[in-house]
């Protein structure tokens, strides 16, 4: 490969590195202290290329309640991104996913759901949905993940 062809090479590659970095996302995790599976969704979160602000919280049910999460899709620890909430076990692509909907408030894996991100302990995968709030308040299955 002769010179220019290399200068040209190794600029798209680091315009291409530059670029990914821009878009790194960071959203804030509100979790309880004692949570083990909270520091393990957040380490998900970071190996797909998240910036995580780890907040630790005395009252989660009432952060809960003032982020707009319903009870019936809570779980242990709540994320915000771009105002919205992402509650529990929710895979990374699925949070990136959730910037681009301007039709739902946020998204959650209610329960704790054995092998979502976090959850995973030995071979065991439960199967679980990916529960969308839609702005006016209805829930839409955003995605399902199967178990085995």
């Given at each position: 490969m002769n010179t220019p062809l290399r200068i040209a090479a190794l600029t798209a590659l680091l315009l291409s590195a530059t670029a990914h970095a821009a878009e790194q996302l960071s959203i804030d995790v509100h979790r309880d202290a004692?949570?083990?599976?909270?520091?393990?969704?957040i380490s998900h979160l970071e190996t797909n290329g998240f910036k995580v602000n780890d907040h630790v919280e005395t009252d989660m049910s009432s952060v809960k309640r003032r982020l707009g999460v319903e009870p019936r899709l809570a779980s242990c620890?709540?994320?915000?991104?771009?105002g919205k909430f992402?509650?529990?076990?929710?895979?990374?692509d699925?949070?990136?996913a959730l910037t681009k909907r301007n039709d739902l408030k946020g998204i959650a894996v209610p329960g704790m759901p054995m092998g979502s991100p976090g959850m995973e302990m030995g071979d065991r995968k439960d199967a679980y949905q990916v529960i969308g709030l839609s702005n006016d308040g209805h829930d839409v299955v955003v995605a399902q993940y199967p178990g085995h």
């Amino acid at each position: 490969m002769n010179t220019p062809l290399r200068i040209a090479a190794l600029t798209a590659l680091l315009l291409s590195a530059t670029a990914h970095a821009a878009e790194q996302l960071s959203i804030d995790v509100h979790r309880d202290a004692n949570c083990g599976c909270c520091k393990a969704w957040i380490s998900h979160l970071e190996t797909n290329g998240f910036k995580v602000n780890d907040h630790v919280e005395t009252d989660m049910s009432s952060v809960k309640r003032r982020l707009g999460v319903e009870p019936r899709l809570a779980s242990c620890h709540t994320g915000v991104i771009n105002g919205k909430f992402v509650e529990g076990h929710v895979p990374a692509d699925q949070v990136v996913a959730l910037t681009k909907r301007n039709d739902l408030k946020g998204i959650a894996v209610p329960g704790m759901p054995m092998g979502s991100p976090g959850m995973e302990m030995g071979d065991r995968k439960d199967a679980y949905q990916v529960i969308g709030l839609s702005n006016d308040g209805h829930d839409v299955v955003v995605a399902q993940y199967p178990g085995h």
